[in-house]
């Protein structure tokens, strides 16, 4: 008995030393274990992280008041509370409008790790993508001045941007976004998996580092990779098309290539895939392995897959739900259901 | 200089102590300073506040899957960061449906203190409130067995409502509301004005009793009473009809009685009536002046009442978001576009 408990510690180790340098060598990179190390990452050097800016970022995150409509505030879709999506295929906004293209809402948890924004990659970083659903007709359909116009209407919002920036600091539509996102940049989930690839070989249990090893050899982290387990432009549908293709008329970027999402948290974000078309973990396994990969995945593969990626389920921040300051008479009025 | 310093501190002490039996005798009660008696205050006998049904029901006010899109939460339209309402006229529900009757969303901060519930009263208690707008088709149009689908889909609550019930709970829509109304329960603002009344003569400035004393004095008191300032059922447009009773097809309840609203934190609760057709305090008030109470209120008199409902802004709960469990195969799937 005990022989055979001392050679599986020493056959855990091995395998787990080992496993984390193939994890590296595939291009898979922890979130670091320091907090120091991990604000410097993900800081931005152009509008540095402070403590000030991110409280703000946070009460323009939940601020329906930024929607034409009143009702809407980044969190509608990208719900922190329920994995930073919000479990719809497709995404609905002003007015109840879906996604024209049939686009599902992507996890804003550990999108700073990704080297571009949104499904087609068109924006290069989470202050240039802020503008976006702000402004769009069918998510918040707000026009940039009426957005500034809401913020400076609230004299508490004015004090804590002065606060944030410095006495002199002219509210821009860009200096919201910008805000918005040094909190976004917050949104970091350090998960088992990071430990494990720190050097803790027993933060993973046997059937994760199993499946993190067939992760590996089937060639998910080909595109799954880096911090996020995500976040480049690749190609797809590269062996068979994508089943669910015609859902939707998004075909990727001018190339065809479509941003990987991240593989964190993934356990909270269905439904899958671009267009949410696939409902469960397991069938998404086996339709990225099909259309990518051109292999067919066992079940064993698959629930051995599934199961490590269960271990990337993170440590979500601790988020005081901000008290926004009241509405003035300059705030500009909404008629929600005309306009 | 100092004889004066000296003379207003006696008068201050002096009106203060008077206007605090004035206003006890006009109705107006404190919430007590004593945490343990607010408690004691808000808790319901037959289903005590314990911390374990809090969190819980702070879990299922936040959760947007009990709607049937799978987007809209009780915190939708009392949304804790904007004063517990959301700012809107008429409220918008389920596929932006705008409330049918015209009807604003009432604040839930202080709602136990009310002694009926709707704004025809037509409900006792926040244990039977809850369950309304779940199910309403213009609201979250989610059916009873619907919504128990989706919290027993989910192993994280089932543990959780067995660790606030026990073992044997069954888990039921009533039950659901009941949880939800526990966490509603202590969402309780204590301000300056309670303070005051509780005998810190110094709480608020002499501007503020001014304002008080005018509320009591025009008789303002007479529906806005007891800890609310408001909740019991009132005749509405005693003197004269309200301007803008033909807006919604709402009357009241049978007898044409109103639910008055909390004056607590009424500076974030814009816009103001039932049907949310007055823009700003002051003609809020100056209408209630006229319709109500058959006085023309000058604008001094309307600045000190306004002076004093500003000292009723309260001190929020913190509120900590709920990170809510992941769906799971079991948990119904929403079609938001057609259902």
């Known amino acids: 008995m005990k022989t055979l408990i001392l050679s599986g510690i020493v056959a855990t180790s091995v395998m787990g030393a080992s496993l984390i340098d193939e994890a590296k060598n595939a291009g898979l990179k922890a979130i670091p274990a320091n907090p120091k190390a991990v604000e410097k990452l993900t800081s ?3 509008n540095p992280t402070t403590a000030a800016k991110v409280e703000l970022g946070k009460m323009l ?12 505030s980044c969190n509608t ?4 509370a329920i994995g930073g999506t919000d479990g719809m295929a497709a995404a609905i906004g002003h007015k109840w409008t879906s996604n024209p293209h049939g686009l599902s809402s992507p996890t804003v948890y550990n999108a700073v790790f990704y080297s571009q924004q949104f499904w087609d990659g068109r924006s290069p970083h989470l202050e240039d993508q802020a503008q976006g659903p702000i402004q769009a007709g069918p998510e918040m359909a707000a026009p940039k001045d009426f957005v500034t116009g809401v913020v400076t209407s609230m004299p508490q919002y004015v004090s804590a941007f002065q606060s944030a920036y410095g006495k002199d600091i002219k509210i821009t539509f860009e200096k919201i976004a910008d805000t918005i996102a040094v909190f976004e940049r917050t949104l970091v989930t ?9 050097g803790n070989k027993k933060a993973l249990t046997q059937a994760e580092q199993k499946g993190l090893k067939t992760f590996i050899d089937k060639g ?10 995500g976040g480049t432009m690749q190609a797809f549908g590269v062996v068979a098309p994508y089943k669910y293709m015609n859902v939707g008329d998004f ?3 001018k190339n065809g290539m479509v941003r990987v999402p991240t593989l964190r948290n993934v356990t909270q974000s269905a439904p899958y895939f671009h267009n949410g078309q696939i409902a469960t973990l397991p069938e998404a396994i ?3 392995g099909r259309i990518q990969l051109g292999v067919n995945l066992n079940d064993e593969e698959v629930t051995s897959i599934q199961t490590f990626l269960q271990s990337l389920e993170g440590k979500k921040p601790t988020i005081v739900y901000p008290m926004l300051p009241a509405s003035t008479e300059k705030t500009p ?7």
């Not at 879709?77 to 922190?80: A, D, K, R, Y």
């Not at 350090?190 to 494990?196: E, G, L, T």
Request: net charge positive.
């Open 44 to 46: 931005n050097p152009k």
């Open 61 to 72: 995150y939940f601020e329906p008041r930024l929607s034409k409509s009143g009702l809407i």
């Open 77 to 80: 879709c990208h719900n922190l």
């Open 190 to 198: 350090p998960s088992r998996y990071d430990a494990f690839l720190n």
């Open 220 to 229: 998910c982290a080909t595109c799954h990779n880096d911090i996020a387990l």
């Open 251 to 253: 075909k990727g970027d």
């Open 286 to 288: 086996k339709e990225m």
């Open 333 to 339: 009025k909404v008629d929600v259901v005309n306009n």
